[in-house]
């Protein structure tokens, strides 16, 4: 094991050496400790010296340019044996794999608790499950990525604490099913503690806007891995029902109460560990996938938009109808912040950038045109927990969006660097937890628990 420390000792030599000479500037005092932290992390889950070697420095690639050329230059000569295992990302130890399907297991074994305890049953209580859902499982993504990271107790602790605070307010709120404040608590909720899950996964580097871009990439990579496990779940109910029914058993009750909320909570933590132990592979995809739905959306809004204009119709700001469009504008975000965690800080403006800008000025100019609906509505018919929760949102979009694109402009006016308009929208990240935990923790008592 010394003998694999000094190896990577000398790389780290190397990889000093050749970043100073290609930018004298360059922080390797603050990068230094973080590839280090990733050897170490990489080699306690079981990886070869190697290939830890070669994972951390492709990481520390992803957050500087000068180390990404480090690692296209001195990749096949030090590390010829791990360039495999590069191409097709970690493999992650037999140990680590049974650890994470047993931290599966709890979630969906939770989920199903208050049944099997006969505290609560679905049909009965739906409210309770849908509110707790996230207090049921982001648990246990907490562990699965301290194990995987050892960020330190301290940041577990703490975000234990937070989602036992969580537990104690949302179940001693008096809510009324179905009510409106309860139901923007469900929505709410995991945004506000989605939060803490990302100062548990960056630690140390949460105030960076390294760390920040680090867990945006991850929460994007989880959601693809979440959808393809998702597909597969559905093939795997579709044959369950076909087989049983055709011996004349009708499996909807294993299905209904077991299969879906049992897989749904084991699938997102398997999903957490495929985006952060497959890091590698997923990284290609994130370019491919921005570049695929971002000229889609901006179409879909230039349509949308056209379509008002000629036929004059206002839009329908009903619960459903709100929810859905606010989701397509929240859409426009996540593809932006996705599409920048690809991308180089220092890169150069292109005619992507510019399909990037129509979109953000279009959901721009849909989001006013939704902010005028909804001040129409709470003029006529008064305020409701859905409007003003509603109109704070859209006016948080409209400040993220407006100040997205004036930072936009002024990059593809080669005026600054990415990097500025990377650093508002983590920044920003915050403001929107702040605002769903405000949803959760205030709105109920207001409007009476409605």
């Not at 809004?301 to 109808?321: C, P």
């Amino acid at each position: 094991m010394a003998t694999s420390r000094e190896a990577f000792d000398a790389s780290v030599m190397a990889w000093r050496s050749f970043v100073l000479q290609q930018n004298t500037s360059a922080d390797v005092q603050r990068l230094e400790p973080v590839l280090r932290d990733h050897y170490d992390e990489l080699v306690a889950c079981g990886l070869a010296a190697d290939e830890a070697s070669l994972i951390a420095f492709k990481r520390i690639g992803d957050i500087d340019i000068a180390s990404r050329g480090f690692v296209a230059a001195c990749c096949t000569q030090q590390w010829p044996s791990s360039s495999a295992a590069s191409k097709n990302g970690i493999a992650g130890s037999g140990t680590d794999l049974r650890r994470v399907l047993a931290l599966a297991v709890a979630a969906g074994a939770t989920i199903k608790l208050p049944d099997l305890l006969g505290l609560f049953h679905f049909e009965e209580a739906p409210g309770f499950f849908l509110k707790n859902a996230p207090i049921f499982v982001l648990p246990w993504l907490a562990v699965c990525l301290y194990l995987a990271r050892h960020s330190g107790r301290a940041y577990l602790w703490s975000t234990a604490g937070v989602f036992v605070a969580a537990a104690c307010v949302v179940n001693a709120y008096p809510f009324q099913w179905p009510g409106h404040t309860v139901v923007l608590t469900i929505i709410h909720l995991p945004i506000a503690l989605w939060w803490f899950i990302g100062r548990l996964h960056a630690a140390d580097r949460w105030h960076s806007d390294e760390g920040r871009m680090d867990f945006i990439r991850f929460s994007g990579e989880l959601c693809i891995f979440y959808v393809l496990i998702a597909l597969g779940g559905w093939v795997t109910i579709a044959l369950t029902f076909t087989l049983f029914t055709a011996i004349g058993i009708n499996p909807q009750f294993l299905i209904q109460h077991w299969l879906v909320p049992c897989g749904a909570a084991g699938a997102f933590i398997i999903a957490a560990w495929l985006a952060e132990s497959r890091r590698v592979a997923v990284a290609a995809v994130a370019p491919v996938l921005t570049h695929v739905f971002t000229p889609l959306f901006a179409l879909l809004l230039l349509a949308f938009l056209v379509t008002m204009l000629v036929t004059g119709q206002g839009i329908d700001i009903e619960r459903q109808e709100l929810i859905a469009f606010d989701v397509m504008l929240v859409l426009v975000l996540a593809l932006l912040l996705y599409s920048m965690s690809a991308r180089d800080g220092q890169a150069q403006p292109n005619l992507f950038d510019l399909l990037q800008l129509v979109l953000i000025c279009s959901a721009l100019l849909a989001d006013l045109l939704a902010l005028g609906a909804i001040a129409g509505r709470i003029n006529e018919f008064g305020f409701s927990p859905n409007r003003v929760a509603a109109l704070g949102e859209n006016i948080l979009l409209l400040v993220n969006l407006a100040w997205a694109a004036r930072l936009y402009v002024a990059f593809y006016r080669r005026r600054q660097p990415l990097q500025v308009l990377a650093h508002w929208q983590t920044r920003y990240l915050l403001v929107w937890s702040g605002w769903a935990a405000f949803v959760v923790l205030v709105f109920p008592p207001v409007f009476g628990f409605r």
